[in-house]
């Protein structure tokens, strides 16, 4: 998986991926689910350019997730549904990942309770300095992911708020744990708790 700056052009969608989880379940192609969100306004976005736009992150996301994993998304309660969206995102995304591992993570894992500005903005220092990719985004892009980092934080309910980036550590059910570990998703039950399963 190749560093993207995509995330700049997405929200959480969560409420739009829990809508798209039955065409999901159904097999219903990329291609035939765009058509559907756009006649029935599925996503409520009045541009048909967009909503064919979150279809396919939608899908792209739903992608990473076992059968299981799918099911728990749409039945849990949201708490837990937020936390296996967010894998999701993670997931299917290469650099959100990294920003995780090496920036939430380790803050939890050094024991501080906020998410400094300082370091995330050493995160993408590094990422610049070691990847072409990443070093060709423009300043506005780099801008804009960490405030779509922070944002999804928010949303899944893992940091406060944007001024303080308090940082709230997940509670995850030991099921839904037993169950991330035994689909190969440890890393990411890791990355979210600070604490190594291995």
Not at 24 to 37: E, G, H, N, P, W
Not at 170 to 186: A, E, V
């Given at each position: 998986?190749?560093?993207?700056?995509?995330?700049?052009?997405?929200?959480?969608?969560?409420?739009?991926?829990?809508?798209?989880?039955?065409?999901?379940?159904?097999?219903?192609?990329?291609?035939?689910?765009?058509?559907?969100?756009?006649?029935?306004?599925?996503?409520?976005?009045?541009?048909?350019?967009?909503?064919?736009r979150i279809t396919g992150v939608v899908y792209k996301r739903l992608d990473t997730l076992t059968p299981e994993l799918i099911a728990e998304l749409r039945d849990s309660?949201?708490?837990?549904?937020?936390?296996?969206?967010?894998?999701?995102?993670?997931?299917?995304?290469?650099?959100?990942?990294?920003?995780?591992?090496?920036?939430?993570?380790?803050?939890?894992?050094?024991?501080?309770?906020?998410?400094?500005?300082?370091?995330?903005?050493?995160?993408?220092?590094?990422?610049?300095?070691?990847?072409?990719?990443?070093?060709?985004?423009?300043?506005?892009?780099?801008?804009?992911?960490?405030?779509?980092?922070?944002?999804?934080?928010?949303?899944?309910?893992?940091?406060?708020?944007?001024?303080?980036?308090?940082?709230?550590?997940?509670?995850?059910?030991?099921?839904?744990?037993?169950?991330?570990?035994?689909?190969?998703?440890?890393?990411?039950?890791?990355?979210?708790?600070?604490?190594?399963?291995?």
């Amino acid at each position: 998986m190749e560093y993207s700056a995509g995330m700049v052009s997405c929200l959480f969608w969560f409420n739009e991926t829990l809508n798209t989880i039955p065409y999901y379940l159904d097999k219903t192609s990329v291609s035939d689910m765009r058509k559907i969100a756009v006649e029935q306004n599925l996503y409520q976005v009045r541009a048909q350019d967009r909503c064919r736009r979150i279809t396919g992150v939608v899908y792209k996301r739903l992608d990473t997730l076992t059968p299981e994993l799918i099911a728990e998304l749409r039945d849990s309660d949201i708490n837990t549904a937020h936390i296996i969206h967010l894998i999701s995102i993670m997931k299917s995304d290469l650099l959100f990942f990294e920003f995780m591992n090496l920036c939430f993570k380790k803050t939890i894992q050094l024991g501080k309770k906020n998410l400094e500005d300082a370091d995330i903005k050493n995160f993408f220092d590094e990422k610049i300095a070691q990847s072409e990719e990443v070093a060709q985004f423009s300043e506005s892009a780099i801008y804009k992911l960490k405030q779509t980092y922070v944002k999804f934080l928010i949303e899944a309910g893992l940091v406060e708020n944007a001024q303080t980036k308090k940082i709230l550590i997940p509670y995850i059910d030991y099921r839904l744990q037993d169950t991330l570990k035994q689909s190969g998703y440890g890393t990411y039950l890791s990355t979210l708790t600070g604490i190594d399963y291995e």
